[in-house]
């Protein structure tokens, strides 16, 4: 695996990349970093991929230059494109992003199509793009108040709806690594990315320019979470584009990292 750091606007991004062929953009979501693909990292790159993923600006491995401010969808997208500048100047890529990284994904799509060759988008928690979205923009914002007023502990179980002090069920290996970089990410991700990238308007007629490059990925296991997986339908349905199941839930490439790098290198293939 071959690191390196790419200086943006206000940030030093660090990326991984492994692997030979056309690039492969691994876009982390949350309080995820680069590490959140360990577990299938290497199966895409023997897939004929050069596989690239990086820390997100304020994240792990990425310093800001200033203070920590709300962070902003073009912002990041801006961040993956002088990543793709850095690894892939002369050729278009191939995306994959993940949650709050799929948000990005998309929104790179639509802003600089000639850059990408297909974008695989799991689970972009747009809510802005369901039947109602007041409750889900609700909860986000009651999350964001927690945080401030009471701390982590029951912003997290408000967040994922698990009791206080309840123990969350073991971290697959592949990421255990990651572990302690994604607890200090995590107040970064709860204060400044979670209500305004879930709250954001992704540009439609852009996307619906490049819809042939676009799939929306779901997770199998993710019915009923609404927030989840229904932006992805809707974006689907609005665009005319592809949708892929994928097996897991939202953190399926965590979850089933072998069975997911197969679904995934099937979805980019044309």
Avoid at 97 to 111: E, H, K, P, T
Avoid at 118 to 130: D, K, Q
Wanted: with cysteine; proline share 8%; hydrophobic share 40%.
């Amino acid at each position: 695996m071959n690191v390196g750091t790419v200086k943006v606007p206000g940030a030093t991004l660090r990326y991984e990349a492994r692997g030979s062929g056309p690039v492969l953009l691994l876009i982390p979501g949350g309080a995820g970093d680069a590490g959140l693909f360990d577990g299938m990292a290497d199966l895409l790159a023997a897939g004929g991929y050069t596989v690239v993923s990086y820390d997100q600006r304020g994240l792990s491995r990425s310093p800001l230059d200033g203070p920590l401010g709300e962070q902003r969808v073009a912002q990041w997208r801006e961040d993956a494109l002088a990543v793709l500048d850095e690894v892939s100047p002369d050729e278009p890529v191939y995306v994959f992003g993940s949650s709050s990284g799929a948000i990005v994904a998309l929104d790179l799509l639509a802003a600089r199509p000639d850059r990408v060759r297909r974008v695989v988008a799991h689970e972009p928690p747009l809510v802005e793009l369901l039947a109602d979205p007041i409750p889900y923009r609700s909860h986000f914002a009651e999350v964001r108040e927690l945080l401030r007023t009471k701390g982590l502990g029951p912003a997290m179980a408000h967040f994922t709806g698990r009791t206080e002090g309840e123990q969350p069920a073991e971290l697959p290996e592949s990421i255990r690594p990651m572990a302690s970089r994604m607890a200090a990410n995590m107040p970064v991700f709860l204060e400044h990315v979670l209500c305004s990238f879930s709250s954001s308007d992704p540009d439609l007629d852009g996307l619906r320019t490049s819809a042939d490059k676009l799939v929306l990925g779901v997770g199998r296991d993710s019915d009923g979470q609404e927030a989840l997986v229904g932006p992805a339908r809707r974006l689907a349905e609005v665009l005319g584009a592809a949708t892929v199941g994928f097996p897991g839930g939202h953190v399926g490439c965590v979850e089933h990292p072998e069975a997911f790098a197969e679904e995934l290198l099937t979805a980019i293939r044309p």
